[in-house]
Nanobody, 117 residues
Framework: QVQLVESGGGLVQPGGSLRLSCAVS????????MGWYRQAPGKQRELVAT???????NYADSVKGRFTISRDSAKNMVYLQMNSLKPEDTAVYFC???????????WGQGTQVTVSS
């Protein structure tokens, strides 16, 4: 069982920054990759960033160079630093474990990010 609690979202102007946090339960955290996903209104959920247990990162083209994913295995936390935000980044952001998602696992409540002037 994996439980996830996301936080840090809010309203920000275009060009601004936000840092999202995700608390993950379960001792399996340190051995698994983690990801940040987002779902905009009327669109499918998409994967925007991943980080392996060894710290290797990967990003969707739409956020590359602007977003940075990181993790603190001692605290079972995952972070997403988002800079140079654009209106099209507006979405509910979720963190999850890709292997958990693939097995049909549950999701947290997500955190709303709204980029608007």
């Amino acid at each position: 069982q994996v439980q996830l609690v996301e936080s840090g979202g809010g309203l920000v102007q275009p060009g601004g920054s936000l840092r999202l946090s995700c608390a993950v339960s379960g001792r399996i955290f340190s051995r698994n990759a983690m990801g940040w996903y987002r779902q905009a209104p009327g669109k499918q959920r998409e994967l925007v960033a991943t980080i392996t247990s060894g710290g290797i990162t990967n990003y969707a083209d739409s956020v590359k160079g602007r977003f940075t994913i990181s993790r603190d295995s001692a605290k079972n936390m995952v972070y997403l630093q988002m800079n140079s935000l654009k209106p099209e980044d507006t979405a509910v952001y979720f963190c999850n474990m890709p292997t958990w998602v693939a097995s049909g696992g549950s999701w947290g409540q997500g955190t709303q990010v709204t980029v608007s002037s």
